[in-house]
């Protein structure tokens, strides 16, 4: 369904419980960007009204998702550490070339978003599946409904907006393809997407 061409190795979630508060940090400061995508997305594209007021909920529901790992953090005695740059990201966002339309840009925009949430959802069930944490493999569960539906409506948005919708879904493969040779490199940090 998510259209991923490699998955997650399951062996990351062995590394991710050794070392819970990173992977905890990690998630909140990636719910945060997930919420200050929205607002750019909003401050960029504000004569799209069903975008905008898409992003408005998303805000809300992902600094719902902050407050959500930020509580897991504090209930086990930890406090929130400082931001770490996201390596899976800095990297995803060299693919498409800058310049071009604003129609251009927005397209980009929506797909990196909703490749990053579908990688989010993908980790999401991983840990929901073998984490040892019973708490913890719950809370993963109940937010992997949530990426879905973040990452269908980026894609949905996409191809909406993009001006030829073969473009699109052609984009849309080749960043597949793109994230697949960057996940090969990746996944052996305790980080949600690295």
Same mark, same amino acid.
Request: proline share 2%; glycine share 4%; hydrophobic share 40%.
């Given at each position: 369904? =998510?259209?991923?061409?490699?998955? /997650?190795? #399951?062996? @990351?979630?062995?590394?991710?419980?050794?070392?819970?508060?990173?992977?905890?940090?990690?998630?909140?400061?990636?719910?945060?960007?997930?919420?200050?995508?929205?607002?750019?997305?909003?401050?960029?594209? #504000?004569?799209? /009204?069903?975008?905008?007021?898409?992003?408005?909920?998303?805000?809300? +529901?992902?600094?719902?998702? *902050? $407050?959500?790992?930020?509580?897991?953090?504090? %209930?086990? &005695? @930890?406090?929130?550490?400082?931001?770490? $740059?996201?390596?899976?990201?800095?990297? =995803?966002?060299? *693919?498409?070339?800058?310049?071009?339309?604003?129609?251009?840009?927005?397209?980009?925009?929506?797909?990196?978003? !909703?490749?990053?949430?579908?990688?989010?959802?993908?980790?999401?069930?991983?840990?929901?599946?073998?984490?040892?944490?019973? +708490?913890?493999?719950? *809370?993963?569960?109940?937010?992997?409904?949530?990426? !879905?539906?973040?990452? /269908?409506?980026?894609?949905?948005?996409?191809? $909406?907006? &993009?001006?030829?919708?073969?473009?699109?879904?052609? %984009? @849309?493969?080749?960043?597949?393809?793109? +994230?697949?040779?960057?996940?090969?490199?990746? &996944? $052996?940090?305790?980080?949600?997407? &690295?």
């Amino acid at each position: 369904m =998510l259209g991923l061409k490699l998955p /997650t190795d #399951p062996r @990351w979630v062995n590394i991710v419980e050794k070392n819970i508060e990173e992977i905890l940090t990690d998630h909140a400061y990636c719910e945060q960007k997930a919420a200050s995508t929205a607002i750019s997305l909003i401050i960029g594209f #504000p004569e799209k /009204t069903e975008l905008v007021q898409e992003m408005i909920a998303l805000v809300k +529901e992902e600094m719902s998702h *902050f $407050k959500l790992v930020h509580d897991h953090i504090v %209930k086990r &005695g @930890w406090t929130l550490g400082r931001e770490r $740059k996201d390596a899976y990201v800095i990297e =995803l966002m060299k *693919f498409f070339p800058k310049g071009g339309s604003r129609t251009t840009h927005l397209v980009h925009k929506l797909l990196y978003a !909703a490749l990053i949430e579908a990688r989010s959802c993908e980790r999401f069930r991983l840990l929901s599946e073998n984490i040892a944490d019973q +708490e913890l493999a719950t *809370f993963y569960r109940n937010l992997m409904v949530s990426e !879905a539906n973040h990452y /269908t409506m980026f894609l949905t948005f996409a191809r $909406k907006y &993009g001006e030829n919708l073969d473009e699109v879904n052609q %984009k @849309w493969q080749d960043l597949l393809t793109y +994230e697949a040779e960057l996940m090969s490199n990746l &996944g $052996k940090k305790e980080t949600m997407h &690295g």
